[in-house]
């Protein structure tokens, strides 16, 4: 069984913008967003940056939008969980976006049980 320890982050939750982050490569896209590779240009940490898309939403964000992220604050020092690091919410006259900041896993969960 794969051993984890907490790894404390550089990145203040609530203290970045998404200028403070360059792109290193799409890792995947959904129904409700997108993953980037990305890394924090201040202390090149390697991050994923899920941006939430809000194309057919007229009142804002949805509510499992909400909870998404409600959920992983709850969670973000629980050991078994990838690590929220910051949640960074643009507001523009063309667009609204919320890009949620997490610790970089190599590995999927599903590619980890593949492997069993």
Known sequence: MVQYQKVESP????????TDYQAIAPL????????????????????AIKTFL???VTNGIN??????I???KQLRD???FVRLLDVIEERGTDKNQIHCVFEY???????QLSKR
Request: aromatic share 14%; net charge neutral.
């Open 63 to 68: 509510y499992s939008t909400m909870r998404e």
């Open 105 to 111: 896993c190599e590995t999927t969960l599903f590619q």
């Open 78 to 80: 629980y050991p078994n």
């Open 54 to 56: 809000f194309e057919n």
């Open 11 to 18: 990145i203040e939750f609530g203290k970045t913008k998404l």
């Open 70 to 72: 409600s959920l992983l």
């Open 28 to 47: 995947g896209k959904g129904t409700y967003g997108e993953v980037n590779k990305c890394f924090h240009i201040q202390t090149n940490s390697v991050v």
